[in-house]
Nanobody, 120 residues
Framework: QVQLVESGGGLVQPGGSLRLSCAAS????????MAWYRQAPGKQRELVAE???????NYVDSVKGRFTISRDNVKNTVYLQMNSLKPEDTAVYYC??????????????WGQGTQVTVSS
């Protein structure tokens, strides 16, 4: 079964940086779009950044110039470099990927979520 395993969350002071990683497990034929979402308490889940297989990216306005999404297609991994973090970036961050398995089944998969807390 395909799994997305996230790492890299934690507590950081305002202005600090964190790097999130999300690695897809085995039995994968191909991965198309990959993305990071976040959900703050009492709010809906929102798209933070997305990246196509060929590297085209898109960001929500609130993180433009501060966050960078990237991917390693050999390692089946997506990253989110977060700089100049603000308290309003506090949320659970989820990775998402559209994956085709070795059995030619295509679905969207989600990571388990990783907490990012920005506080002094």
């Amino acid at each position: 079964q395909v799994q997305l395993v996230e790492s890299g969350g934690g507590l950081v002071q305002p202005g600090g940086s964190l790097r999130l990683s999300c690695a897809a497990s085995e039995r994968i034929r191909s991965i198309n779009a990959m993305a990071w979402y976040r959900q703050a308490p009492g709010k809906q889940r929102e798209l933070v950044a997305e990246i196509t297989r060929d590297g085209s990216t898109n960001y929500v306005d609130s993180v433009k110039g501060r966050f960078t999404i990237s991917r390693d297609n050999v390692k089946n991994t997506v990253y989110l470099q977060m700089n100049s973090l603000k308290p309003e970036d506090t949320a659970v961050y989820y990775c998402n990927a559209h994956i085709t398995t070795i059995w030619f089944q295509a679905n969207d998969y989600w990571g388990q979520g990783t907490q990012v807390t920005v506080s002094s």
